[in-house]
């Protein structure tokens, strides 16, 4: 037979005054209110959509470069753990240097050039003159049009036989310019054509930044004896410097990756002389008989690496000038 012992309750010790402390209460779960509920909801399908369109590429893009891959592989999922090893394939390679220097300098000179001919367009719109509405909206044509009709209208107009850039430099007594087929001017054709493209997105963000800057502060300068350059480097620039480095940094996110305009004026030539990071990842991923999976991989790591970089840069830059 057995006994059962039972371990009285022991009740806390009374303090120096007699009086016995109270026990502590029992943390209670808190039911989420309708309020939590509702915000989960909202953010689940953006959460949802970036895993499946962003995270899980990009991880796919890492894994892709860390192996070696072929196409047998690439079908059975069965490629072997390399490393670092295509990354080194890319950085010994010779066509390395070059590309980044085209890439460096394909992207550089658009962002320059996009981004003083939108403020000038914007500054220039917001006169407020008669049709500035109708001629503002017919600027957006270049960023309305698929790439693919643009790249091809700008391959004809340069075109070294037929182009009507060749046409009018005939007519002022110029000879014809191999704009596509030579080495020396494949890269400035290619940058031409994406600077028209770019143009009227940098229009709309910096006009739309000129909207925000009070009329007071020019009529106030005005009575000072400021003339129009006074105003547009004392009050335009300096009040317009956000809106200014949010348009350049989604500038060099979308220049960095531009694919489709050069591959199809030049196809990264001749010679390689309009190769930048973006075609060259896709010639050596799709564009050889035997493709490199890994490495075209891991040059498309490096524009990631770059674009998150400068973007870490612009969030420690405007952290830095936000009122503590």
């Given at each position: 037979?057995?006994?059962?012992?039972?371990?009285?309750?022991?009740?806390?010790?009374?303090?120096?005054?007699?009086?016995?402390?109270?026990?502590?209460?029992?943390?209670?779960?808190?039911?989420?209110?309708?309020?939590?509920?509702?915000?989960?909801?909202?953010?689940?399908?953006?959460?949802?959509?970036?895993a499946l369109f962003y995270a899980y590429p990009l991880?796919?893009?890492?894994?892709?470069?860390?192996?070696?891959?072929?196409?047998?592989?690439?079908?059975?999922?069965?490629?072997?753990?390399?490393?670092?090893?295509?990354?080194?394939?890319?950085?010994?390679?010779?066509?390395?240097?070059?590309?980044?220097?085209?890439?460096?300098?394909?992207?550089?000179?658009?962002?320059?050039?996009?981004?003083?001919?939108?403020?000038?367009?914007?500054?220039?719109?917001?006169?407020?003159?008669?049709?500035?509405?109708?001629?503002?909206?017919?600027?957006?044509?270049?960023?309305?049009?698929?790439?693919?009709?643009?790249?091809?209208?700008?391959?004809?107009?340069?075109?070294?036989?037929?182009?009507?850039?060749?046409?009018?430099?005939?007519?002022?007594?110029?000879?014809?310019?191999?704009?596509?087929?030579?080495?020396?001017?494949?890269?400035?054709?290619?940058?031409?054509?994406?600077?028209?493209?770019?143009?009227?997105?940098?229009?709309?963000?910096?006009?739309?930044?000129?909207?925000?800057?009070?009329?007071?502060?020019?009529?106030?300068?005005?009575?000072?004896?400021?003339?129009?350059?006074?105003?547009?480097?004392?009050?335009?620039?300096?009040?317009?410097?956000?809106?200014?480095?949010?348009?350049?940094?989604?500038?060099?996110?979308?220049?960095?990756?531009?694919?489709?305009?050069?591959?199809?004026?030049?196809?990264?030539?001749?010679?390689?002389?309009?190769?930048?990071?973006?075609?060259?990842?896709?010639?050596?991923?799709?564009?050889?008989?035997?493709?490199?999976?890994?490495?075209?991989?891991?040059?498309?790591?490096?524009?990631?690496?770059?674009?998150?970089?400068?973007?870490?840069?612009?969030?420690?830059?405007?952290?830095?000038?936000?009122?503590?």
């Open positions: 037979m057995s006994h059962t012992t039972q371990v009285p309750h022991r009740r806390p010790a009374p303090g120096p005054s007699g009086a016995v402390p109270a026990e502590p209460p029992r943390a209670r779960r808190r039911r989420p209110t309708s309020q939590q509920l509702a915000a989960w909801a909202f953010l689940a399908p953006v959460a949802l959509y970036l991880y796919r893009n890492v894994d892709l470069s860390l192996r070696d891959y072929t196409v047998r592989s690439f079908v059975q999922g069965d490629a072997p753990f390399t490393g670092l090893e295509n990354y080194r394939k890319v950085f010994d390679d010779p066509a390395f240097g070059p590309a980044l220097t085209h890439t460096i300098v394909f992207t550089a000179v658009c962002l320059v050039f996009q981004y003083a001919i939108g403020l000038a367009l914007a500054v220039f719109f917001n006169q407020h003159f008669r049709l500035s509405a109708t001629l503002r909206a017919l600027f957006l044509v270049p960023w309305l049009l698929p790439l693919i009709v643009s790249a091809s209208t700008w391959s004809w107009m340069l075109n070294s036989d037929s182009g009507i850039v060749n046409a009018l430099l005939g007519a002022v007594g110029i000879g014809p310019v191999n704009w596509l087929t030579s080495p020396d001017w494949s890269l400035t054709s290619v940058i031409i054509a994406n600077i028209w493209i770019g143009v009227p997105f940098n229009l709309v963000l910096l006009y739309s930044g000129l909207q925000s800057i009070p009329a007071s502060l020019y009529e106030a300068s005005a009575l000072d004896g400021a003339g129009p350059w006074r105003r547009f480097w004392s009050i335009t620039f300096p009040l317009l410097r956000p809106v200014s480095a949010i348009t350049l940094l989604l500038g060099l996110v979308y220049t960095l990756k531009v694919f489709d305009i050069i591959w199809i004026m030049t196809k990264g030539g001749p010679a390689d002389s309009s190769t930048t990071f973006a075609t060259w990842s896709y010639r050596l991923g799709f564009g050889n008989l035997l493709p490199a999976f890994g490495p075209g991989a891991a040059v498309g790591n490096l524009l990631v690496v770059a674009a998150l970089v400068f973007g870490l840069v612009y969030l420690r830059v405007q952290r830095k000038q936000a009122p503590a």
